[in-house]
């Protein structure tokens, strides 16, 4: 496995590629050099998963869906050349299979992990199968319920490696509807590593989502937003996933580097500079007992600290002090 790093990140390819084989193998280079560590498709058997006559999304508009599908489908010397692309280039090759069949093609391709779609959650004999291969599986949670995800989860973990996703299936996604406490909420229910399908149009989800702790991160990729398809327009663009991974990373960074609170050594210098001494506001007598009319509050920090001003008040001097003068111990009886 490609990962250095305790955060995946995935691009999600999908069906972004339009059916063109020579789309999809580019995308795959253009994720690999904007910084992915995997690259996930969609499998689609449409005689598989579809009856000629189920709804159409919304979305579908200009073509029939299994239309669609079968004009945007692979073969399986196509597939397994795009797995071997994404070996070439040094990224894992994911999958969403959505029927059984499309299982045991991807099993001939040699796919690396199973991305579960949110639509499949409850489709048990799906997640029965692919259980059976003993590969890591991201599952992912938009449309379900609690009660769906703990069965497909109690299915699932009989199998090999589970992350469970948080994501919203709205596209896209707005900021309310993102529902990041549902990643503490995952961790806390299902004791397993918890990732995030981000579905939003920018980069705050991810980054949240990372910081909460994901360990996975899934954001859609594509050439271009003015593509064709249903995704393209809800995806990023090779240059703002680039900068979406560096963000991610620098926060793993800053998760694996905690700063102690309690060490100031490395600010010694600093609060000599910009910290306030006690010093005097006019000249004062010895023998006179030091009041706040006596004290000001000044720039350089090495002499007694103003956190002390309470231990000075009510000293008497022991010698003459001139005006702006940091006041010492030994001025003090």
């Given at each position: 496995m490609k990962i250095d790093r305790n955060i995946c990140i995935v691009a999600e390819i999908g069906s972004v590629h339009d059916g063109s084989f020579g789309n999809a193998c580019n995308l795959i280079e253009a994720a690999a050099r904007a910084g992915a560590d995997m690259v996930k498709f969609q499998t689609h058997l449409p005689e598989s998963e579809t009856l000629p006559d189920a709804p159409t999304p919304s979305y579908f508009k200009n073509e029939p869906r299994m239309e669609y599908f079968k004009r945007t489908g692979f073969s399986l010397s196509q597939w397994k050349d795009l797995a071997r692309q994404a070996k070439d280039c040094d990224v894992e090759f994911v999958s969403s299979p959505f029927s059984i069949e499309a299982v045991e093609l991807l099993e001939e391709v040699g796919v690396s992990t199973y991305k579960i779609a949110s639509g499949e959650v409850t489709n048990l004999p799906l997640l029965e199968r692919i259980t059976k291969t003993k590969k890591p599986v991201?599952?992912?949670?938009?449309?379900?319920?609690?009660?769906?995800?703990?069965?497909?989860?109690?299915?699932?973990?009989?199998?090999?490696?589970?992350?469970?996703?948080?994501?919203?299936?709205?596209?896209?996604?707005?900021?309310?509807?993102?529902?990041?406490?549902?990643?503490?909420?995952?961790?806390?229910?299902?004791?397993?590593?918890?990732?995030?399908?981000?579905?939003?149009?920018?980069?705050?989800?991810?980054?949240?989502?990372?910081?909460?702790?994901?360990?996975?991160?899934?954001?859609?990729?594509?050439?271009?937003?003015?593509?064709?398809?249903?995704?393209?327009?809800?995806?990023?663009?090779?240059?703002?996933?680039?900068?979406?991974?560096?963000?991610?990373?620098?926060?793993?960074l800053m998760q694996k580097k905690p700063v102690d609170k309690s060490d100031i050594s490395k600010y010694r210098t600093m609060k000599l500079i910009f910290e306030k001494s006690i010093v005097t506001t006019c000249p004062v007598s010895k023998g006179t007992v030091l009041k706040n009319e006596h004290l000001a509050y000044k720039k350089p920090g090495d002499g007694i600290s103003a956190a002390q001003y309470q231990n000075i008040l009510g000293k008497r001097t022991s010698r003459d002090l001139p005006k702006d003068y940091k006041i010492k111990k030994e001025d003090l009886l």
């Open positions: 991201f599952l992912s949670s938009g449309m379900s319920s609690w009660s769906e995800l703990d069965t497909a989860v109690d299915t699932l973990k009989k199998g090999g490696p589970l992350t469970v996703m948080q994501c919203s299936s709205t596209y896209p996604c707005p900021p309310e509807e993102v529902g990041l406490n549902v990643i503490l909420e995952m961790q806390e229910r299902y004791k397993v590593p918890i990732g995030f399908s981000d579905h939003t149009l920018g980069f705050a989800a991810a980054i949240g989502a990372a910081t909460l702790g994901a360990t996975v991160i899934e954001k859609h990729f594509t050439f271009s937003r003015l593509m064709y398809g249903s995704d393209a327009k809800h995806s990023m663009e090779p240059d703002e996933f680039n900068i979406l991974v560096s963000a991610i990373h620098e926060v793993e």
